[in-house]
């Protein structure tokens, strides 16, 4: 992977092009919302799996219980391949505001960008442990859909731990958040 480069320069490289697809990736706190926000503001559909689970499933804990996050996001996720899907067949420019923390989830994307006759870009936003915990601590006196799940210190730690970096072969555009 090269260098990071810096917010600005990474929005810069990124036009609305037919089937584009940037597909966000890094851990809580990176600035994924932001950014996949950035581009929608220049013209991507933005599908965002956090608001999805939101408007779909409710509040973490109020609207349902703890136990069931796993079953509200997979059932997100495949409501956001299917809008993937129908963007792709009109030809838009897309960009899926997800952590994918997996290889394995990037290239499921990834496949479905390439049976939709698009292409797509790894956009990485990195930061520090540092950088990420306080944007945590900040975010957790809110309460919305992009700011819904509680992490404390423990979550941070698997998080952190779990997080599979994109590799050189993935080309994806590395970022310094």
């Known amino acids: 992977m090269r260098d990071p480069i810096l917010i600005a320069d990474a929005l810069a490289l990124l036009s609305p092009e037919p089937r584009l697809v940037v597909l966000m990736c890094g851990v809580a706190g990176s600035g994924k919302t932001t ?28 609207d349902y219980p703890p136990e069931a996050y796993d079953q509200a996001v997979a059932a997100a996720r495949i409501t956001i391949k299917t809008q993937l899907q129908a963007a792709l067949a009109q030809a838009q420019a897309v960009v899926v505001d997800s952590a994918f923390w997996s290889r394995t989830h990037r ?3 990834a496949a479905i960008v390439a049976r939709g006759g698009g292409k797509h870009r ?34 941070i730690v698997r998080f952190l731990a779990s997080f599979q970096e994109p590799q050189a072969d993935e080309d994806a555009l590395l970022v310094a958040a």
């Open 122 to 155: 790894i956009v990485y936003l990195k930061a520090s442990e540092d950088l990420l915990r306080s944007r945590i601590a900040g975010r957790s006196v809110r309460f919305d859909a992009n700011a819904a799940l509680p992490i404390d210190e423990a979550t």
């Open 35 to 62: 950014f996949s926000q950035a581009l929608a503001a220049r013209g991507f559909v933005r599908l965002s799996l956090d608001e999805e689970v939101w408007n779909t499933a409710g509040r973490y804990g109020l």
């Open 107 to 109: 290239e499921d994307f």
